[in-house]
């Protein structure tokens, strides 16, 4: 399977607890993706990088969260102090970069966040 | 933001068009429209996307309108395995912002 893929694909954790998250791109994808989904809601971005850079994080992401994209290829989001209401589905996409027409983001399964 | 609103749900007889719509009034000239699909407890399914021509694939047809004020997803001969929650977001600065969704039924 040559997909995006995130592991692990459900946590259970309690509060207080750090978490973390890792995401694997579609090979060659230079732009990576965290969106964050809650129920009965659309997803909602978090952050992305440009190969390891990371170019823009969203006012969603509180100073308890982290990402690293360390060598441009997998990234990892940390969650520290978990709250209760940290729990939903957080979503990883990549991309190839540039302009244009076919240049669609293609999402993993989601690793399913609950917290205690 | 860019915000999109969308029916909350809709019901489609097998075999029939399943025609999709969305309102994002306050997007931009550069910015596309992006439709996606999610089944239960699975990450989103890309669709199709467009800026200002009508676009075709091998899933759908995507029609905007001439203001692109407003577009509509149609799945010409829907199925039961076309049952999901279907999103039309706007692409901001490289980021897709999504509306709530609309959770289509296809009725046999």
């Known amino acids: 399977d040559t997909g995006v893929s995130q592991n692990p694909r459900h946590k259970i954790t309690k509060r207080g607890q750090n978490v973390t998250f890792r995401c694997d791109p579609i090979?060659?994808?230079?732009?990576l993706y965290w969106y964050r989904q809650t129920l009965g809601q659309g997803p909602e971005f978090l952050t992305y990088f440009q190969n390891e850079a990371q170019l823009e994080k969203s006012r969603l992401l509180s100073d308890r969260f982290s990402a690293e994209r360390p060598k441009g290829s997998f990234s990892t989001l940390e969650i520290q102090r978990t709250e209760q209401g940290d729990s939903a589905m957080y979503l990883c996409?990549?991309?190839?970069?540039?302009?244009?027409?076919?240049?669609?983001?293609?999402f993993g399964p989601g690793t399913r966040l609950t917290v205690l | 933001d860019a915000k999109t609103t969308q029916p909350t749900s809709m019901d489609c007889a097998e075999g029939r068009a399943a025609n999709l719509p969305c309102n994002h009034s306050?997007?931009?000239?550069?910015?596309?429209v992006y439709w996606y699909r999610q089944i239960h407890s699975q990450g989103p399914q890309y669709i199709i996307h467009g800026l200002k021509n009508n676009e075709t694939n091998e899933m759908a047809s995507l029609i905007i309108t001439e203001d692109r004020k407003s577009s509509t997803l149609i799945l010409p001969h829907a199925t039961l395995r076309d049952t999901a929650v279907y999103y039309c977001g706007v692409n901001r600065d490289d980021k897709i912002i999504f509306g709530k969704g609309t959770r289509l039924h296809i009725l046999p």
């Open positions: 306050t997007i931009s000239g550069n910015e596309y």
């Open positions: 090979s060659e994808h230079n732009r």
């Open positions: 996409a990549s991309r190839t970069s540039g302009e244009g027409k076919y240049n669609e983001q293609f």
